[in-house]
């Protein structure tokens, strides 16, 4: 019999020029808003810009100097956004709010990859659930920024400038 995965904890702390989110002590995406309204972080050494761009109809997309990596593709008034990689894969964006705000990317098959929630279990906290077996990679990293960015004004509103532990298995 296969052993379980088991969860692997990280922890976002939030700065007001930013948000940090570690594991194992270890930074591995430090997200820094910018005056003009983008984020940039560094994955390998290269730095990524993540700016939401247009507007009558408005997308959010990370980008490598000139190359876009990922981006939002909206599919019509009733349907969820996709989160496109130029590496090929795509992500269904799903919200929902009961109990509490979710954030959820869902793969081709509809299962979930990636969620951020408000949880209320021993007080008000956000958690990150990386589905298990899904590596914390330069994928991981890129969809996290993304989810940062939709989810980060929840984050702040209910837990301010300080240390947040989140779930990831």
């Not at 408005?58 to 008034?77: N, Q, S």
């Not at 969620?115 to 958690?127: D, K, P, Q, Y």
């Not at 589905?131 to 991981?140: S, V, W």
Request: hydrophobic letters at 45%; a negative charge.
């Amino acid at each position: 019999m296969e052993p379980a995965l088991r969860p692997t904890l990280l922890r976002w702390q939030l700065h007001p020029a930013g948000a940090r989110l570690f594991h194992q002590e270890r930074c591995v995406l430090d997200i820094v808003h910018q005056p003009d309204g983008s984020r940039q972080f560094v994955l390998s050494e290269r730095t990524y810009t993540l700016r939401n761009v247009g507007f009558w109809a408005p997308r959010t997309e990370i980008a490598l100097a000139d190359t876009v990596v990922l981006y939002v593709e909206h599919r019509g008034f009733f349907k969820s956004d996709q989160v496109v990689l130029s590496s090929g894969p795509r992500y269904t964006v799903a919200w929902t709010n009961t109990p509490l705000a979710k954030l959820a990317l869902r793969d081709a098959a509809g299962v979930e990859v990636l969620s951020l929630r408000l949880a209320t279990e021993g007080g008000v906290h956000t958690e990150t659930v990386l589905a298990a077996g899904q590596p914390l990679d330069g994928t991981a990293l890129l969809l996290l920024a993304f989810a940062y960015e939709r989810f980060g004004a929840v984050i702040r509103e209910q837990g301010g400038d300080g240390d947040l532990l989140l779930l990831v298995s």
